[in-house]
């Protein structure tokens, strides 16, 4: 850690690691949404919470930044899920066929 400080890479690699947690948490959206549909919300919100808990805990800048930047990625995942489940519905992602979707028994053809 003082390394990075001494050498004034510290934002660099908060920055490199928001962009790689955000960059997880897209692939993430999609796969829950087609195993579990909107119904895993509640896991984002407790790893949300979990991150805000750990970032406010930690004294480390780098670590409580990076479990911030984790926590606040959660907490949007849940509305990306249900952003999802209406691009899934509009046929831009693929149904998952073991699913049954709460648009099936809409009248609408």
């Given at each position: 850690?003082?390394?990075?400080?001494?050498?004034?890479?510290?934002g660099l690699v908060i920055g490199i690691s928001t962009f790689?947690?955000?960059?997880?948490?897209?692939?993430m959206v999609i796969k829950a949404e087609y195993?579990?549909?909107?119904?895993?919300?509640?896991?984002?919100?407790?790893?949300?919470?979990?991150?805000?808990?750990?970032?406010?805990?930690?004294?480390?800048?780098?670590?409580?930044?990076?479990?911030?930047?984790?926590?606040?990625?959660?907490?949007?995942?849940?509305?990306?899920?249900?952003?999802?489940?209406?691009?899934?519905?509009?046929?831009?992602?693929?149904?998952?066929?073991?699913?049954?979707?709460?648009?099936?028994?809409?009248?609408?053809?």
């Amino acid at each position: 850690m003082t390394f990075l400080a001494t050498h004034h890479l510290l934002g660099l690699v908060i920055g490199i690691s928001t962009f790689l947690i955000i960059g997880l948490f897209h692939p993430m959206v999609i796969k829950a949404e087609y195993y579990w549909g909107t119904r895993c919300w509640w896991i984002f919100l407790v790893w949300g919470i979990a991150g805000v808990l750990l970032s406010i805990y930690i004294e480390s800048v780098l670590w409580s930044a990076l479990c911030g930047v984790f926590a606040f990625s959660s907490f949007w995942t849940i509305k990306e899920v249900f952003e999802q489940e209406q691009r899934v519905r509009k046929g831009w992602f693929p149904r998952n066929p073991r699913r049954r979707y709460s648009w099936d028994d809409d009248p609408r053809p």
